[in-house]
C-alpha cells in the first residue's frame, strides 16, 4: 500500500503557458501533501505544504501567485504554474503523509513529474 | 540553507566493498531520519529511517548509525552492489512533519 501518483510524467509547454501537475494517493487518504522541486543533479527542496482544505504554506522564496496549490480532496492535490518561464522547468515530485499527526508520518513520494518550458 | 549536510558528494565503492556516507544536522526538532534512494528520472524511495533515541537501526545490508549528540548519521551498505548504484539522500523531519533533504550522494558500485 501506500502509492502515490503523478501526472503526467513529462510535459511541455511553451513559455507564458500554464501547466497543472496532479498528485493523486491511491490508496491511502492524505491530509497533508508536500510539493518539491528537484533541478538536475541536485536535492529535492521543498516548495510547499497542503493540506487538505485549506491553505497550502508555502517555503521562503517560492512565490505562492505563480506556483497555485489545490488540496481539494483527501486524495488529490494538484500543482499550477502559471506563466510559465524556461527557469521554471524541473523535475516536480510530490509526497503524502497518510495523517496529520503520530508516530506514523512517513512521506510517500510519487514517480514525479518533468516540466520543459521553452 | 541546507539544513542538513551530506557527504560525500560522490562516491565510488567495488562490489562486496562497505558504502558510507555521512549526515550532519543543527536543527534539534527534527524527530525522524530517512534515507532516500533515488534513480534517474524516479521518485525517491525510502530505504531506512531511525529516530533520535535510537543509535543504530539495521535492514538487511542497510544500517543507519545516529549519534545524537553530535546530531550525526549514517548510512552504511555492505557488500555493495551494482545495483545499488543510484543517488542517496538523508533527510530530517520537522515539526510540521516538513522533510529536508541532503545534497545527495552519488554512489557507483563498480563490478
Known amino acids: 500500500g501506500a502509492v502515490v501518483s503523478q501526472h503526467p510524467s513529462w510535459v511541455i509547454c511553451k513559455s507564458g503557458t500554464s501547466v497543472k501537475i496532479e498528485c493523486r494517493s ?3 487518504q492524505a491530509t497533508t501533501m508536500f510539493w518539491y ?13 497542503s493540506n487538505e482544505g485549506s491553505k497550502a504554506t508555502y517555503e521562503q522564496g517560492v512565490e505562492k501567485d505563480k506556483f497555485l496549490i489545490n488540496h481539494a480532496s483527501l486524495t488529490l492535490s494538484t500543482l499550477t504554474v502559471t506563466s510559465a518561464h524556461p ?17 506514523s508520518l512517513e512521506q ?8 520543459t518550458v521553452t | ?9 560522490s562516491l565510488i565503492v567495488q562490489k562486496g566493498g562497505i558504502s558510507i556516507i555521512n549526515c550532519a544536522y543543527e536543527n534539534t526538532a527534527f524527530d525522524y531520519f530517512p534515507w532516500y534512494q533515488q534513480f534517474p528520472g524516479k521518485g525517491p524511495a525510502l530505504l531506512i529511517a531511525i529516530r533520535p533515541d535510537v543509535s543504530e537501526k539495521k535492514e538487511g545490508r542497510f544500517t543507519i548509525s545516529f549519534n545524537k549528540s553530535a546530531k550525526q548519521f549514517s548510512l552504511h551498505i555492505m557488500d ?7 543517488t542517496y539522500f538523508c533527510a530530517a523531519r520537522g515539526r510540521n512533519n516538513d522533510m529536508r533533504f541532503g545534497a545527495g550522494t552519488r554512489l557507483t558500485v563498480k563490478p
Do not use: H, N, W
Open chain 1, 87 to 103: 527557469e521554471d522547468s524541473s523535475f516536480y515530485i510530490c509526497s503524502a503523509s497518510k495523517t496529520s499527526g503520530g508516530p
Open chain 1, 108 to 115: 510517500y513520494f510519487g514517480p514525479g513529474t518533468r516540466l
Open chain 2, 80 to 86: 555493495s552492489q551494482p545495483g545499488d548504484s543510484a
Open chain 1, 37 to 49: 522541486r528537484q533541478f538536475p543533479k541536485q536535492s529535492l527542496m521543498l516548495m510547499a505544504t
Open chain 1, 26 to 28: 491511491l490508496d491511502f
Open chain 2, 1 to 9: 540553507q541546507q539544513q542538513v549536510k551530506q557527504s560525500p558528494q
